[in-house]
């Protein structure tokens, strides 16, 4: 059974960091292209970032470009994702997630966590 613990979330102010973690059980985390996925506040969900399962092949929504930092470690299956000089923007629920890699999107997600909520203030 796949299960995804997302944490790290909280308030932040406009500008600052905080950095997501994800650890998942399951499946073989080490052969499995990973990835962010958001949903704020009466939004759709939407791509973040993704990585393949050596790390050689990283996306990023263009939103997100410079300023996320995606990344993992295949010997705690745990995927990582460093977020700085956040905006308003930013505000939603975080949720990491299997899939395929496609351009600035994760394909064939079949399984989800709990998410944790990131909130940028003013």
């Known amino acids: 059974q796949v299960r995804l613990v997302e944490s790290g979330g909280g308030l932040v102010q406009a500008g600052g960091s905080l950095r997501l973690s994800c650890v998942a059980s399951?499946?073989?985390?080490?052969?499995?292209?990973m990835g962010w996925l958001r949903q704020a506040p009466g939004k759709e969900r939407e791509f973040v970032a993704s990585m393949s399962w050596g790390g050689g092949t990283i996306n990023y929504d263009d939103s997100v470009k410079g300023r996320f930092t995606i990344s993992r470690d295949n010997t705690k299956n745990t995927l990582t994702l460093q977020m700085s000089g956040l905006k308003l923007g930013d505000t939603a629920v975080y949720y990491c997630?299997?899939?395929?890699?496609?351009?600035?999107?994760?394909?064939?997600?079949?399984?989800w966590g709990q998410g944790t909520r990131v909130t940028v203030s003013s």
């Open positions: 997630a299997p899939g395929k890699l496609a351009s600035q999107s994760l394909l064939g997600i079949e399984s």
């Open positions: 399951g499946f073989h985390f080490g052969s499995a292209a």
